[in-house]
Structure formats: C-alpha cells, structure tokens
C-alpha cells in the first residue's frame, strides 16, 4: 500500500511542479496518444478492465498459494500484500504483481487528474512521440513486466 501511494504521490507532486514553476505541460482530454472517447465509455472500459486484472491476479494468487502449501520456502514468507491484489515478493521485485502495482497506480493518478482538471496533465515530451507523464510510463513499464512474466511464468 505504501508502494502505492508513493508512486501516485510522484506523479501527482510532478505535474504540481510543472503547472506552477512554469513548465511546459497540455491538458490532454482524450485517452492515449490523445484519442477521444466519451466520458462514461472510458470509465467504464477502466472499471473493466481493473477488476479483469483484480480477479485475474485473485485467481493467480489462490493457484500458487496451493502450491507453495505444498512445498514450503523460507522465500514464501517475506511476501506482503499490495492492494489486496495479491503479494509482492520482496526478493524478485520485477514480478507480475509488481506490474499490477505500476498500471494501477498510474491509472489511478491519471483518473484523478480527469476527476480534478478534466484533463491528463502530460508534461514529458520526446520528439515524435506524443507528451506523457510518469503516471504513464508507471503503465507502460507496468504492461511491459506483467506481460514478460505472464510469457514466462511455467503452467
């Protein structure tokens, strides 16, 4: 929880900054690379696809809890639980929970910025590649390591 908020806490206290000291930043309405979409769809798509990921991540934990009952490990016992989606291992940091952790925590930043502003407030920019924030590189970076460990996880 304390990983949590303290991701969302970066992203927040970076676009604080920004809007304030002067820097370069758009307010972006839409979703990805600027897309519209209708308010209400875009909500929607998002409680979607966070309880896919809840309930995906509920089921996952469930399986390897059984099996780890099975074969105990001194490992097994420095977990903790993050958001009630599942444990962290403290020694493999890069694990699929991990990534749960960096997409909701941007996600959730990001909502909030919609909740208060109306818009993303996106402030990094590359030459040509559209203006993000940390919040999304949280997500993407979050896609990239459950993707890698969801490919290589063993059945």
Request: aromatic share 16%.
């Amino acid at each position: 929880m304390f990983s949590f908020a303290l991701l969302i806490i970066a992203d927040q206290l970076s676009k604080y900054l920004i809007r304030h000291q002067g820097g370069f930043y758009i307010c972006n309405p839409g979703i990805a690379f600027g897309i519209k979409l209708n308010p209400t769809v875009f909500y929607v798509l998002w409680i979607l696809i966070i309880s896919a990921i809840g309930l995906w991540t509920i089921s996952k934990s469930k399986t390897s809890n059984s099996k780890q009952s099975q074969n105990p490990n001194i490992l097994n016992s420095k977990r903790f639980w993050v958001l009630g989606f599942g444990h962290l291992d403290l020694f493999r940091i890069w694990n699929f929970e991990f990534g749960i952790l960096l997409i909701l925590s941007g996600a959730l930043s990001n909502i909030l910025d919609r909740l208060y502003f109306g818009c993303v407030i996106d402030f990094i920019s590359l030459p040509y590649w559209p203006a993000f924030n940390l919040a999304d590189a949280f997500i993407t970076i979050g896609v990239i390591i459950s993707v890698v460990n969801i490919k290589t996880s063993k059945p």
